[in-house]
């Protein structure tokens, strides 16, 4: 084992776009577990849309980071050493780590993997957060009938990608809006969706009225911005719409100039007696262990897919993070820090 390690702070918070100076990398020496606490060595790191928010102060749902340190995120590792009873060196086990190559952690928040089951990494997004978000969010909130038409946006990332195929798997017409023709063509050759249509295509508005004949019934929404505006005049009567995240506007460092269209939109609200619910997975924390045994099950039975862009190195991650936020990710944003001895 090495005796120094990396980890990536939080330099500067960003305003506006993140850039590479509000990412800073440290070695330091390799820390020693305490009473009750287990070194771990990191073997994927997650990287997701909602770290934008932690890099800024602005009140949230959850506390920044603070400027100095290691910035947040879900991790797989590997138990070097462990003064944990629960925990023995080299078990696995998924955790909220963050950018670090190695840390020291008291094991409470962890939960152990079994490599048998499935690819460590998936515990980081089809059977991890991502999939319970998809899987609470559209049950919960979106309450999908058959017959009934579901639109999701960032359908080839891991949230949206599971929301279709569960919206599929419950007898719906499922349809994705993604960035480029290749990740349209994926989500509907792989992951199985009736249609998918680009955002980024001049014809968006009228290709999207097309592949919704019938109108929208649940529109989960990913993405906020101009994909919302476009969705809105499409939504049925007692339409739901599961608010899961706005990351068109994640950069935002102003309004939009105007006009203000809040009145337009509540007026739809009212007629078309819509239902609107932002939630936080961690909302539906008691069903995670139902959301990820159905999920395991579909992956098992074949009914449902998953793709991931695994980045290699720690010093990578920034890179990789400020591209999640425009797009240049395809599939679940993975980072391998360290060897994966089952892969
Ligand atoms: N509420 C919760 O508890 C919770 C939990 C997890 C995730 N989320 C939210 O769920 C959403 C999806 O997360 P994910 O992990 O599955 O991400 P992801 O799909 O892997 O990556 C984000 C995708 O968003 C799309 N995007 C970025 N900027 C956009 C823009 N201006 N307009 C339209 N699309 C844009 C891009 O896909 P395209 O190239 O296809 O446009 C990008 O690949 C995010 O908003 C995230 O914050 C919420």
Same mark, same amino acid.
Not at 63 to 66: K, L, N, Q
Not at 318 to 325: H, I, K, S, V
């Given at each position: ?7 990536i ?7 506006g ?11 330091e ?6 009473a ?7 073997i ?7 770290m934008r ?9 959850a506390?920044?980071?603070?400027v ?17 009873p629960?925990?023995k060196?080299?078990?696995? /086990?998924? @955790? #909220?780590? +963050? ?8 094991? *409470?928040?962890?939960?152990k993997?079994? &490599?048998?089951?499935?690819?460590l990494?998936t ?11 998809a ?6 909130i ?9 639109v ?6 891991? /949230?949206? @990608? #599971?929301? +279709? ?8 017409? *499922?349809?994705?809006i993604?960035?480029? &023709?290749?990740k349209c ?6 992951l199985?969706?009736?249609a ?8 968006f508005?009228?290709?999207l ?28 009567p007692?339409?739901?719409v599961?608010v ?21 939109m509540m ?5 078309k007696?819509l ?6 997975v961690s ?9 990820l ?22 010093e ?28």
């Open positions: 084992m090495t005796d120094t390690y990396r980890r702070v939080l330099a500067d918070r960003p305003v776009e993140p850039t590479a100076a509000n990412f800073a990398l440290r070695e020496p390799v820390p020693e577990p305490g009750g606490e287990l070194l771990c060595r990191t994927y790191l997650s990287l997701d849309p909602y928010g932690r890099m800024s102060e602005a009140k949230s749902y506390d920044p980071v603070a100095g340190a290691t910035m947040v995120g879900g991790t797989v590792s590997q138990v070097v050493k462990s003064n944990n629960a925990f060196g080299g078990d696995f /086990v998924a @955790g #909220m780590t +963050g950018w670090t190559e190695f840390a020291v952690d008291n094991g *409470a928040a962890m939960r993997l079994d &490599p048998a089951q499935a690819p990494s515990a980081l997004g089809v059977l991890g957060m991502p999939g319970v978000t899987h609470t969010g559209l049950m919960n979106g309450r999908p009938q058959a017959g009934e038409t579901v999701v946006a960032a359908a080839s990332g891991p /949230v949206g @990608g #599971m929301v +279709g195929q569960i919206a599929k798997i419950k007898g719906c017409r *499922a349809v994705g993604a960035g480029s &023709p290749e063509a994926h989500v509907v050759d792989v199985g969706f009736d998918c249509v680009s955002h980024r295509d001049p014809g508005r009228t290709a009225g097309k592949a919704c004949p019938d109108g929208i019934d649940v529109y989960f929404e990913n993405v906020g911005g101009a994909v919302w505006e476009t969705v809105m005049p499409l939504l049925n007692f339409a739901r599961p899961c995240g706005l990351i068109a506007g994640y950069n935002m460092t102003e309004l939009p100039p105007g006009p203000n269209k809040i009145p337009l007026r739809d609200v009212l007629t007696r239902t609107l619910r932002g939630f936080i909302d539906f924390l008691d069903q995670w262990p139902q959301a045994g159905e999920i395991a099950g579909w992956l098992r039975e074949g009914k449902v897919a998953y793709r991931e862009d695994v980045v290699q190195g720690l990578n991650a920034p890179e990789a993070f400020m591209g999640l936020l425009k797009g240049r990710n395809f599939g679940k944003l993975v980072v391998q820090v360290g060897h994966d001895p089952t892969a």
